[in-house]
């Protein structure tokens, strides 16, 4: 009896490998629970086998199922947040450089730039002082 009771834990092994938590939850949970009702049929241990690993693979194939579907949810809900998070990218480097936004541009820095006096088609221009944006 132990020698049966050790294949099926080793077969238990082997469904669950490289299976998340919640897949060998499932799968230990339809083992026994199938291994119970094969048992309580016929009170027999080669029925309990029986039940035990097809409730096993039901419960791997549960698992799977349940973990597919909330990586689809998840795949979902990530791709419409990184297509808003473009999208708020975009709209915030037009703003930017359109100047729709101006309280995130900096703010314009004058100089004062002396231009000395000179003469141009016989004309003479005094020395002034001139303001111009400063664009460093």
């Known amino acids: 009896m132990i020698?049966?009771?050790?294949?099926a834990v080793g077969l238990i092994c082997?469904?669950?490998?490289?299976?998340?938590?919640?897949?060998?939850g499932y799968t230990a949970l339809g083992a026994a629970a199938g291994g119970g009702i094969g048992y309580s049929l016929h009170r027999d241990g080669k029925e309990a086998a029986i039940g035990g690993l097809a409730g096993a693979l039901t419960g791997n194939l549960a698992g799977q199922w349940q973990d597919k579907a909330e990586k689809?949810?998840?795949?979902?809900?990530?791709?419409e947040?990184?297509?808003?998070?473009?999208?708020?990218?975009?709209?915030?480097?037009?703003?930017?450089?359109t100047g729709k936004d101006l309280s995130k541009r900096e703010p314009k820095r004058l100089v004062s730039?002396?231009?000395p006096k000179r003469e141009e088609n016989n004309v003479i221009y005094d020395a002034q002082e001139v303001k111009v944006e400063d664009y460093r």
């Open 3 to 7: 020698d049966k009771y050790l294949y």
């Open 14 to 24: 082997l469904l669950t490998a490289g299976c998340t938590m919640r897949q060998a």
């Open 72 to 79: 689809t949810k998840h795949d979902k809900v990530y791709q």
């Open 81 to 97: 947040g990184y297509k808003q998070a473009r999208v708020d990218v975009a709209v915030n480097d037009w703003e930017t450089n």
């Open 113 to 115: 730039v002396m231009v």
